[in-house]
């Protein structure tokens, strides 16, 4: 009996001597936290500073190390602009403005502790703080504060200035910005393709095919303000056709690009990334779409403004069901995820935006020259006045020669009209068909800048005649063409043949 009431007796005194640990623990730990009451109570403010005195803002933590720097006034909001230093060209989220408020003011709650040290500064987490601002002033001076851990209630972060040795209570949404990072801040945002805006060239390449370029020719203004040159178009391929006479679509614009639009952002995937091959956006990206437009200065006409966007699609993914495409901007390092249908108006073959009437040179240009068949050969010239050549619309004037004999101007020009009129139905590629050099339709003529050239076209089949563009691309043309040709050069000889008669 005597034994359990020593052991009642001990258990006791345990208890006892728990609960005034656990008490003076509680005491303890109150000393370290603010009030209650202070939530309401600002004690004042370690620093308070003007944004156009600030030269950086510097925020370290335990994983990244930010720096903001002054930059323009917006003239929208007339309000002081900022970015991420090493990093001028990146937009950033608007939580940076955090840093900046606390950079300008930097309020503190309740003093803590007004001499610490050495192991009390570990109790507070500021032996090793989560995060340290560095606010730099234009005059060179330097206010460093360091944040340390929240407290129990997570209500308040301990911080301390470098400097001082006091300790005291801030806002705990300081201690949240000890998760930021440049990543984390970088505002996902992509060049917007202007629509708008004239297409100026266009460049698109899919992986493991033939690259196309398109530009727009400078100076056709004028030569389209001629009646005489409405069927000239504003674009020129420099690939894959290389040909000057195999020319763009007039309407490409409304045909083509007015359709495209820029990708809409889903996710983002990496935004500091160092190995694009892995979405298939490194130096041999899946698609590349590089589109240079310009706009005309409001206040000058003659003043163009340019943009370019330079777009780079890779590999395709899945994600929740909905098809996807990883996708970033060359130069840039930043890895969207985008909707891979947006590539469904990206599909381009050149040869379905070739103006088929392939040989537009215009009979204002041409100054003599031979049709050949494979059964005759005839010579032609043109002769025009001084005058005639400066006047729009003259050349019904000009006076036209076949073989040496006059022959009528509508008579003539039926012949260049079915000529120029000669369109491809189909591309050969990568290789030399086998055509019938003997059945032929040839036009060469000198132009009034005494350059010469020569089209030719080659029987290929029952149907087809082929024309050579470039080294490896031919096209096919369907024969009744040729015979419209043909048939319209010998109603011009029969008609000169009856003019010559007595």
């Known amino acids: 009996m005597r034994k359990k009431l020593i052991i009642m007796a001990a258990g006791i005194l345990i208890l006892v001597a728990a609960v005034i640990a656990v008490m003076k623990y509680n005491e303890y730990q109150a000393s ?36 903001l ?63 340290t601002l560095t606010v730099t002033l234009k005059d060179g001076t330097v206010q460093k504060v360091m944040i340390g851990n929240l407290s129990s209630d997570q209500e308040y972060a301990f911080c301390m200035m470098e400097g001082d040795a006091t300790i005291y209570a801030c806002n705990a949404t300081y201690y949240s910005y000890a998760s930021f990072t440049k990543d984390s801040i970088r505002l996902a945002t992509l060049t917007e393709l202007n629509t708008k805006g004239q297409l100026y060239s266009m460049f698109v390449q899919k992986k493991g095919e033939r690259p196309i370029e398109i530009h727009y020719k400078d100076g056709i203004e004028e030569e389209l303000s001629s009646t005489e040159t409405q069927i000239v178009t504003k674009y020129a391929f420099t690939q894959p056709y290389t040909n000057p006479h195999v020319e763009v679509i007039q309407n490409l614009d409304s045909d ?17 990334c160092t190995d694009f091959d892995q979405y298939g956006l490194g130096e041999e990206p899946e698609y590349r779409e590089t589109i240079v437009t310009r706009t005309v200065d409001e206040k000058d006409n ?8 330079d777009y780079l699609f890779g590999y395709t993914y899945e994600k929740s069901g909905t098809k996807c495409i990883y996708f970033r901007e060359a130069g840039s390092d930043l890895v969207l995820g985008v909707k891979a249908e947006c590539m469904d108006v990206r599909r381009f073959d050149p040869f379905y935006y070739v103006n088929k009437l392939v040989y537009l040179k215009r009979i204002a240009e041409i100054q003599e020259g031979t049709i ?61 068909p086998e055509y019938d050099e003997t059945d032929r339709l040839e036009f060469t003529f000198t132009c009034t800048d005494g350059t010469q050239e020569s089209i030719s076209y080659y029987r290929l089949s029952e149907f087809y005649y082929v024309t050579q563009i470039t080294d490896d691309i031919w096209f096919a043309c369907g024969d009744s063409y040729i015979e419209q040709v043909i048939e319209k050069l010998e109603a011009c000889v029969q008609a000169v043949q009856k003019t010559a008669e007595p």
């Open 256 to 272: 083509y690009f007015v359709k495209l639009v820029s990708p809409e952002i889903l996710e983002t995937i990496e935004v500091s």
């Open 32 to 67: 370290l936290e603010p009030e209650e009451s202070s939530t309401s109570i600002v004690l004042k403010n370690l620093f308070e500073n003007e944004k156009s005195n600030i030269a950086s803002v510097n925020l370290m933590t335990q994983s990244d190390s930010i720096t």
């Open 372 to 432: 050949s068949t494979a059964d005759m050969t005839h010579s032609f010239s043109i002769k025009r006045s001084q005058n005639n050549q400066e006047e729009s619309g003259s050349e019904a004037l000009a006076v036209y020669r076949l073989d040496g004999e006059l022959v009528e101007a509508d008579t003539f020009l039926a012949v260049y009209r079915a000529l120029i009129s000669i369109a491809p139905d189909y591309e050969i590629l990568n290789e030399t």
């Open 69 to 131: 720097l002054p930059g323009e006034i917006n003239p929208t909001n007339n309000e002081l602009t900022w970015y991420l230093e090493d990093h001028p060209h990146w937009e950033l989220k608007h939580t940076y403005t955090s840093l900046i408020s606390m950079a300008t003011i930097f309020q503190v709650y309740k003093e803590i502790e007004t001499d610490a040290s050495g192991d009390r500064l570990a109790d507070f987490g500021l032996a090793v703080p989560v995060a």
């Open 302 to 309: 003659t003043t163009y403004q340019y943009q370019t966007t």
